[in-house]
C-alpha cells in the first residue's frame, strides 16, 4: 500500500515531554462564557523540572498562566480563563497553549509544545437534547469515510478542504468519521 499521509520525525531530548502526545487539554463541563478552567496534563519523561503553561488567544496576547513542578509521568494544573471567546462551529475561535519545560534551579530550557485549544462545554438534557457551551444546539452531520475518489486514501489536503467547504454550505456542522483514522490536517 505504501505510505498515504504526512511523515514526521521528531527528535527531542530524552528528559522532556513524551511524545507523540505530550500534552492533555480538558476544559471543565461547568465552564461559562464569564470563566473557564482548563486542565492541562503534560507527559514528562524525566524527573524534577519545572513546568510552565501560557495561554495564548488569537492575536498572541497572554490570557492566562500557570506553573507546577513537574516529575516523572504526569504533571496536571489547572489554568482559570476569565471572560473566554468560546468555540462553535460557528465561531471556531483557537487558543494556543505553550508548554515550557525548563530544569528545576539553573532555569535551563529543556522542551517546548504547543497546542491549539478551543474552550466550550457539551452537555445532554433529556428535554433539550445536546447542548453546546450550555444551550441547545442541533447536528447535522455525515458519516464521512477516509477515502475520496481517484485519490483513495491518500487524498490531499485541497480534496480535504473542497469537501469540507462543500458539507458546510449544505449545513453540516458535525463530522463521524468511519473506519480508518484521518490524516492530522
Not at 505530550?22 to 465552564?31: C, L, M
Amino acid at each position: 500500500m505504501g505510505i498515504i499521509r504526512n511523515v514526521k520525525l521528531i527528535s527531542t531530548s530524552p528528559r522532556g515531554l513524551a511524545r507523540p502526545w505530550p500534552v492533555t487539554v480538558r476544559v471543565d463541563n461547568n465552564s461559562t462564557a464569564k470563566q473557564a478552567k482548563i486542565e492541562v496534563d503534560a507527559r514528562l519523561t524525566y524527573s524534577i523540572h519545572m513546568v510552565s503553561y501560557t495561554l495564548l488567544d488569537a492575536e498572541g496576547k497572554i490570557v492566562a498562566m500557570g506553573k507546577r513542578s513537574g516529575k516523572l509521568g504526569s504533571t496536571k494544573a489547572i489554568i482559570t480563563v476569565k471572560n473566554p471567546k468560546l468555540w462553535s462551529p460557528e465561531t471556531p475561535y483557537l487558543y494556543t497553549l505553550k508548554t515550557v519545560v525548563k530544569t528545576v534551579g539553573a532555569g535551563f530550557l529543556v522542551d517546548q509544545h504547543a497546542t491549539r485549544v478551543g474552550i466550550r462545554t457539551l452537555g445532554w438534557s433529556g428535554k433539550e437534547g445536546f447542548l453546546l457551551n450550555g444551550k441547545p444546539y442541533k447536528l447535522k452531520g455525515v458519516c464521512e469515510h477516509d477515502d475520496a475518489a481517484i485519490e483513495g486514501a491518500a487524498k490531499s489536503v485541497a480534496t480535504m478542504r473542497f469537501r469540507i467547504g462543500l458539507l458546510k454550505k449544505m449545513g453540516c456542522n458535525a463530522i463521524r468519521t468511519a473506519h480508518n483514522p484521518f490524516a492530522d490536517e
